[in-house]
């Protein structure tokens, strides 16, 4: 048996694959590494939207193997279902997820990683399952895939927009940029809203039913997507009432969805045939009252994404209190940390190297259907300084081609592609 240190990341989407990837790349050999997930590939949630009104099948693009990705970097991998972790005597518990009926297992680790992302809580949401869509998994997207392109939608007006957010307390007091803070989110991850009113505004027009003026967005909160920043959104909203789409704000949660439509907390009812909806992100229940967690179940890192406890237990990606909102592309800045972290504390890193903070930035491309795409990459939520909004076809391209990026170096995207990618949107898109 190996004496090196051992590393269990429990998660192998973008968050769980991202830091095994960095942990390699920074700890070298000195380490024993292992990844434990449900499923046995990663789904590129963000571009299942884009498939759904292309009509396109998301099942057979948007899945990438993991095994094979892994044992490039000799990371072990376990399929399994997570169901317990014991923080004291450094073990998580597990369940074989491969076949039915598997005897439960558990894992010892010196270093561990969460990075189990959210529930999605859709059955929270009264009436959802009867009359809800959404576009978060191939079952949902295929679904609305299938009403939008196989004569289920009859051309309807069209509800989007989110339950609200419950964010816990494990962020508070943390200043990512100087005089700054992680505000408090209503809503979990606003892009995608945002993202499929106007893609859905291009299907209709392209499937002669109409155009923005059927389609009602709602958020929970004053602003939708208010981490993108005032500047941007105010840019945003502007385009968007001009072009004739329906705006409610202060929404405050989902009621229940009808067949008639999405009944609001604020005692609206805004009437539509399609209900498409993003619900609130909670944490997985076992999650919950472990020492760790803070009130909502999200993992309490420092900024340098360890926990101040249990300096042992690191998180990434949407399963931690700082990542707000619950952004792939801040799960991205996070890997890089934990890998250095890891690095540091095995011997193979210098503090100098390993020790800088997470400043977030809200980095987001949205499809807007027609080969069009919105660019936004702003971190003013935080108390930077920075806000920018570009849109047209050089940022369509950008999504594309990070997706293809991201597949091709199976996960490894070098960082002149996301400078490259930064360059493109900024310097050459209007
Ligand atoms: C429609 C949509 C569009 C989006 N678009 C964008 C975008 O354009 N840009 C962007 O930056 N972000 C976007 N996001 C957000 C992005 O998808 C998430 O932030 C990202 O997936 C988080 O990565 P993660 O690895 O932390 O968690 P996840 O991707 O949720 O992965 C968690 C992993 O843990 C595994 N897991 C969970 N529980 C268990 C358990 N008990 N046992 C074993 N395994 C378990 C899961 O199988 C999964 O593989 C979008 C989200 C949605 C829903």
Same mark, same amino acid.
């Given at each position: 048996?190996?004496?090196?240190?051992?590393?269990?990341?429990?998660?192998?989407?973008?968050?769980?694959?991202?830091?095994?990837?960095?942990?390699?790349?920074?700890?070298?050999?000195?380490?024993?590494?292992?990844?434990?997930?449900?499923?046995?590939?990663?789904?590129?949630?963000?571009n299942i939207p884009a498939d759904v009104f292309e009509n396109s099948d998301p099942a057979s693009s948007q899945r990438m193997d993991l095994i094979p990705v892994l044992a490039k970097d000799h990371i072990q991998f376990v399929q399994g279902d997570v169901t317990g972790i014991d923080v004291d005597n450094r073990s998580v518990h597990f369940t074989p997820s491969e076949r039915p009926g598997g005897a439960p297992g558990k894992l010892d680790y010196d270093y561990l990683v969460i990075a189990l992302g959210n529930r999605l809580a859709f059955e929270k949401i009264e009436g959802f399952a009867e009359y809800g869509d959404s576009v978060s998994d191939l079952y949902l997207g295929n679904r609305l895939r299938e009403k939008l392109w196989?004569?289920?939608?009859?051309?309807?007006?069209?509800?989007?927009?989110?339950?609200r957010f419950h964010q816990g307390d494990g962020a508070e007091g943390l200043e990512p940029y100087p005089g700054g803070s992680i505000p408090n989110a209503v809503a979990a991850?606003?892009?995608?809203?945002?993202?499929?009113?106007?893609?859905?505004?291009?299907?209709?027009?392209?499937?002669?039913?109409?155009?923005?003026?059927?389609? @009602?967005?709602?958020? $929970?909160?004053?602003?939708?997507?208010? *981490?993108? &920043?005032?500047q941007v959104v105010g840019q945003l909203l502007d385009i968007a009432s001009g072009m004739g789409f329906n705006y409610v704000n202060n929404a405050e949660d989902i009621r229940r969805i009808t067949a008639e439509g999405?009944?609001?907390?604020?005692?609206?009812?805004?009437?539509?045939?399609?209900?498409?909806i993003f619900p609130d992100w909670v944490a997985h229940d076992f999650m919950r009252d472990l020492p760790i967690t803070d009130s909502e179940g999200f993992v309490v890192t420092d900024l340098l994404m360890k926990n101040p406890k249990y300096p042992e237990i690191f998180a990434a990606g949407d399963a931690a209190a700082v990542t707000v909102p619950k952004l792939g592309a801040i799960g991205h800045q996070e890997c890089e940390i934990v890998g250095r972290q890891i690095a540091l504390a095995v011997g193979r890193m210098s503090e100098k190297a390993?020790? @800088?903070?997470?400043? $977030?930035?809200?980095?987001?491309?949205? *499809?807007? &259907?027609?080969?069009?795409?919105?660019y936004i990459r702003s971190n003013s939520w935080y108390g930077g300084s920075e806000q920018v909004l570009k849109m047209g076809h050089i940022p369509f391209l950008l999504k594309m081609q990070y997706k293809?990026?991201?597949?091709?170096?199976?996960?490894?995207?070098?960082?002149?592609?996301?400078?490259?990618s930064k360059l493109m949107a900024e310097k050459l898109s209007a």
């Amino acid at each position: 048996m190996s004496s090196k240190p051992k590393v269990l990341v429990l998660g192998g989407n973008f968050a769980g694959l991202g830091t095994a990837q960095k942990i390699r790349q920074f700890a070298g050999d000195s380490v024993d590494i292992t990844v434990v997930d449900r499923k046995n590939y990663l789904l590129f949630i963000p571009n299942i939207p884009a498939d759904v009104f292309e009509n396109s099948d998301p099942a057979s693009s948007q899945r990438m193997d993991l095994i094979p990705v892994l044992a490039k970097d000799h990371i072990q991998f376990v399929q399994g279902d997570v169901t317990g972790i014991d923080v004291d005597n450094r073990s998580v518990h597990f369940t074989p997820s491969e076949r039915p009926g598997g005897a439960p297992g558990k894992l010892d680790y010196d270093y561990l990683v969460i990075a189990l992302g959210n529930r999605l809580a859709f059955e929270k949401i009264e009436g959802f399952a009867e009359y809800g869509d959404s576009v978060s998994d191939l079952y949902l997207g295929n679904r609305l895939r299938e009403k939008l392109w196989n004569g289920g939608y009859q051309g309807g007006p069209i509800a989007i927009g989110s339950a609200r957010f419950h964010q816990g307390d494990g962020a508070e007091g943390l200043e990512p940029y100087p005089g700054g803070s992680i505000p408090n989110a209503v809503a979990a991850c606003e892009g995608p809203p945002v993202e499929v009113m106007l893609s859905a505004a291009t299907y209709l027009k392209k499937t002669g039913q109409g155009g923005p003026e059927k389609i @009602t967005v709602f958020t $929970p909160g004053e602003l939708i997507a208010e *981490d993108a &920043g005032e500047q941007v959104v105010g840019q945003l909203l502007d385009i968007a009432s001009g072009m004739g789409f329906n705006y409610v704000n202060n929404a405050e949660d989902i009621r229940r969805i009808t067949a008639e439509g999405v009944e609001l907390a604020n005692g609206q009812t805004i009437e539509a045939e399609l209900k498409i909806i993003f619900p609130d992100w909670v944490a997985h229940d076992f999650m919950r009252d472990l020492p760790i967690t803070d009130s909502e179940g999200f993992v309490v890192t420092d900024l340098l994404m360890k926990n101040p406890k249990y300096p042992e237990i690191f998180a990434a990606g949407d399963a931690a209190a700082v990542t707000v909102p619950k952004l792939g592309a801040i799960g991205h800045q996070e890997c890089e940390i934990v890998g250095r972290q890891i690095a540091l504390a095995v011997g193979r890193m210098s503090e100098k190297a390993a020790n @800088t903070p997470l400043q $977030p930035v809200v980095n987001c491309i949205g *499809d807007m &259907g027609d080969n069009q795409a919105f660019y936004i990459r702003s971190n003013s939520w935080y108390g930077g300084s920075e806000q920018v909004l570009k849109m047209g076809h050089i940022p369509f391209l950008l999504k594309m081609q990070y997706k293809n990026l991201f597949f091709r170096t199976q996960g490894k995207v070098p960082d002149w592609g996301l400078d490259f990618s930064k360059l493109m949107a900024e310097k050459l898109s209007a």
